[in-house]
Every structure is written in C-alpha cells, then in structure tokens.
C-alpha cells in the first residue's frame, strides 16, 4: 500500500512538472515568429546562392536548414493545438459538471414547488402557524415559512446564474473550437510547404550526386586545409608558450642576479680574534620569510594579460560574431555531407558574402598572420585564449599588433565552392572549444 502510495505521489509530482514546464500559446506564437524570422533569412541566402552554376554544398546546408526549421514550426503548431485540445477538454469538463449541477437544481427545485403548490391555500398556511403550542413556536413557524420562501427564490437564482456560467463556457468553448481550426489551416498549409523543400532538397542532393568526383576532390582538399589550420593553431600556441616560459626564465634570472649584486654591498666588517689588525667582510644576509612558490594558471599568463583572459573567460555565450551576417555552414563536431560521409570540424564555418568585414571577437595581441593554400589565417591571444580566423581573402593587421573587440581584421574570401566563408576557432593551450557557445545566440 506504501508503495502504490508512494508511486501514485511521484507521478502525481511529475505530472504537474510536466504541465508548468508547458509554453503557453502566447510564448509558442513568439517561437513561431522567431523561425519564420530565420526560415526567411536562410531562403534570402539561398536565393543569392543561386546565381551560382552549379548546385554547391551551401545550397544543400540551407535547404536542410530550412527543412529542419519547417519541422519546428510544425512541431510548435502541434504543441498549440495540443494546448487548445487540452483547454477545450477542461471547458468540456466544466460544461458537464454544469449539466449535473442544473439537473439536481431543478430537482430540487420542482420538488420545492410541488410541495408549495399543494400547500397553496390561506388556510392551510394560517392552520400551521396557529396550529403552535405557544407563541414563540408560532413565530418560529412564521420565520420559517419566510426561510422557504427565500430558499425557493435562491434556487431559482442559483439556476439562472448556473445556466449563464454554462452558456459563457459554451461560447468560450465554440472561441477555442475556432482558433484550433485556424490552427489545423495553418498546419496544413506549413504542411505543404515542407513538402515543397523536401522535394528541392531531394533535388539538390541528386545534383550533387552528379557532380562526385569534384565534390569529393573538394572535400578532401577541405580536410587537408582544415588540417593545417589546426597545425597553424597548434604551432601558434607553442611558439607562444615557449616564448612565454623564456621571458620567465629570464626574469627569474635577473631577479636571482639582483639579489646576489645585494648581498655583495650589504657586508660588515668583522675583526679576526687574537689579532686586531686583521679583518673580515661578512656578507649580512637579511632575514626573509619562506617564499611560497604560487601555481600559475597557465605560462601564458603574465601582469600584462591577466585582465584580458579573465575578462575573455567571462564572456562566455556573449562575444560578438567574426561577421555582421552570415549563417553557420557547419558546425562543431561531425557534419554530414551530401556524399553521407562526415567533416569533422574543431571550429565553425559562418557562410557569407565575400569581402564582408571580419572583426577581432575581443581585445588581445595578434600571435601569427600566415597563408594557408591561397587563404590567410589570423590568430590572436587574449591571455591563455586563442581566436582563430580562417578563410580571409585580405588581412588588416600584422604580428604583434594590439587589437580591441569589434576591430576589422580582415575581409571574407571564397571557399572552394566559391562561396564566402569563414572558419573561426576558439583554442587555449590544451584544449579547442565549441565556438557557438561562447558567442551570443542570434
């Protein structure tokens, strides 16, 4: 009995979970907006895609997109008629209970009449009342006589007021009937819609099929690409960690150099015993506390860029994109290709317009700009962070250089398909890191 007690509870907790988790229509109504938002932005790109001559990958990446943001306005149309079936199951439900309320009201109430139509006379009503054993009881008869009546006037009311309560849940009832159908109207509509971009995907990928060799020889000079950009990075960072560990060696030097050239001119003279004439110069070593050796976070760390990284790490799923527009064309991780095969990715491709500007996610110090194939490749520190800009056609900055969040550096060249690119990276010593989760969603 415990158990069955206890089960019932869990599930009981769960259940309401479930419900208070539930969007309401208004919040559904905004997510279907915000797709609808991004569907029409995806087919804007999609259009300018297709000046091009051949079917291309990005062409075939939008198209998904847009299928796989048809299917989440269906689904949130679902939800919302979901929600509707469930209110119009509620108001049913009141509607019933009204429907009992009202036949025990009349009940009643009949029974109340019959009993006052056959008590109807004057005389019967005198006999009553001075049909009492005293006269309290007979103004207890009148007092109650009064009640009955006042009941009979009550139960009439409460009928009234019960039927009114009825009709307005009928009409809310008939109101969400109404929306559920706009929404089925909807639904359809999106419907065929999703079929339409199916059948242009389809259609896409079967180009794509045709054109084999080439994409392949693509993909595969992709990889290799991919592969040295990561080498870059990895070369980058160690260039910088070596240098970072030679400047601490350095200092570490000077300072021990320092405190030996101190303890040279601090020295006092001391005479030898049994011979006056005789002296020596003791060096007097100044009483200091035991220097705790303090763990540093990273070698790259340093006075100088301690406030970056920090400031860097903090904005985690807030830092600006590398570009005003664009759409990511794959993304972290694996990415299926058209071939079924897979691109695994250690950053982010953002598809956009070739020559668009390509601005610094952060403040930091620019650690390499090298050449990759005929891409450029720009790489800046921001304390033990590395960010990662690939797929440039030109480069505004050089080794060295200081740069503040949002600075160009750069324009957006062609990929191998010829349509505008970039690859951006996030890197620390150790690790690479999911861009699109430390810049802010769009």
Do not use: C
Not at 418 to 424: E, H, P, R, T, W
């Amino acid at each position: 009995m415990v158990k069955i007690t206890f089960t019932t509870i869990v599930f009981i907790f769960f259940s309401v979970l479930a419900i208070a988790q539930q969007p309401t229509r208004e919040e559904l109504e905004k997510q279907r907006q915000q797709l609808k938002k991004e569907i029409e932005q995806t087919e804007r790109m999609l259009n300018e895609n297709k000046g091009k001559t051949k079917e291309n990958f990005v062409q075939w990446k939008l198209v998904n997109d847009k299928v796989n943001l048809q299917d989440r306005v269906i689904e949130n149309l679902n939800k919302d008629i979901d929600l509707l079936d469930n209110n119009m199951y509620s108001i049913q439900k009141d509607i019933n209970r009204y429907d009992r309320l009202l036949d025990t009201l009349k009940q009643e109430y009949a029974k109340s009449m019959v009993y006052a139509y056959k008590n109807r006379s004057n005389y019967e009503f005198l006999s009553f009342i001075f049909s009492a054993a005293s006269f309290n009881d007979a103004m207890k008869r009148i007092a109650y006589l009064k009640s009955y009546r006042t009941y009979r006037e009550m139960q009439g009311e409460n009928i009234l007021r019960t039927q009114e309560l009825r009709r307005q849940r009928i009409e809310t009832l008939t109101g969400v009937k109404e929306k559920k159908n706009i929404v089925l109207d909807d639904k359809s509509k999106e419907m065929e819609i999703l079929e339409k971009q199916k059948a242009e995907k389809d259609r896409i990928l079967a180009e794509l099929k045709k054109q084999g060799k080439q994409l392949n020889s693509q993909y595969a000079a992709k990889k290799k690409q991919l592969t040295k950009v990561d080498n870059a990075i990895a070369a980058a960072i160690k260039k910088a960690m070596d240098e970072a560990k030679k400047l601490a060696i350095a200092k570490a030097a000077e300072e021990e150099r320092k405190r030996l050239a101190a303890e040279k001119l601090n020295t006092k003279v001391v005479t030898t015993s049994g011979n006056p004439t005789a002296v020596t110069k003791v060096p007097v070593i100044p009483s200091r506390k035991p220097v705790v050796k303090k763990v540093e976070e990273s070698v790259l760390l340093n006075p100088d860029n301690i406030n970056v990284n920090i400031s860097f790490k903090n904005s985690r799923g807030v830092l600006p994109w590398p570009v005003d527009k664009g759409r990511v064309l794959m993304h972290y991780g694996s990415n299926q290709l058209p071939s079924g095969s897979t691109l695994v990715m250690t950053g982010v491709t953002v598809a956009t317009e070739i020559g668009t500007s390509v601005k610094s996610v952060f403040e930091g110090v620019v650690s390499r700009v090298m050449y990759v194939d005929d891409i450029q490749v720009v790489i800046i520190q921001h304390g033990q962070f590395f960010s990662t800009y690939s797929g440039l056609s030109s480069v505004s900055v050089q080794a060295g250089q200081t740069v503040k969040l949002g600075q160009v550096i750069g324009k957006a060249g062609a990929n191998l398909e010829g349509v505008g690119a970039v690859d951006f990276y996030i890197n620390d010593e150790k690790n690479n890191f999911d861009p699109e989760k430390w810049l802010r969603p769009r």
